[in-house]
């Protein structure tokens, strides 16, 4: 199964690649990597954007998840390849973390879905089809169960 995470809220400005994460961004990561332990979701990989909002939601997800993110610059920017981008890396089950409207358009290239991704929201594929969506509010709710 491929996941697909946009990164959390950052703040504004310039240059893009050099936006951080807010306050309310790094407790947004953190509750998606809380969501998906109490899930029971492993990866054998995390990819990430290196622009660093992406990057550092990525850190904060997986320190929940104990395993280390990568940074992929497949997923800085523009069209990519979610299943190609996995199976380069070996895993079954991928952890991308990236941008819009990116993240959507390998959704819909993928599965058909019509979607536009919350900062903090998940989904997951499989075999052409989206088999999990989740918004900031339900994986913060999750979160809470931890």
Known sequence: MIWLLRHAEAEDGSPDAERKLTSQGRDQAVAVGKAL???????DACL???RVRARDTAMLVCD???IEPTEEDGLRGGPFDPLELALG????SV???GHEPDLSMAIHDATGAQLRMPKAGIAAIDRGELKVLLRPQ???ALARLS
């Open 48 to 50: 990430a954007s290196p």
């Open 37 to 43: 332990a109490v899930l029971g979701v492993e990866f």
């Open 95 to 97: 952890l991308l973390v």
């Open 138 to 140: 339900e994986l913060h």
């Open 89 to 92: 890396h070996g895993g079954e």
């Open 64 to 66: 929940s998840l104990g």
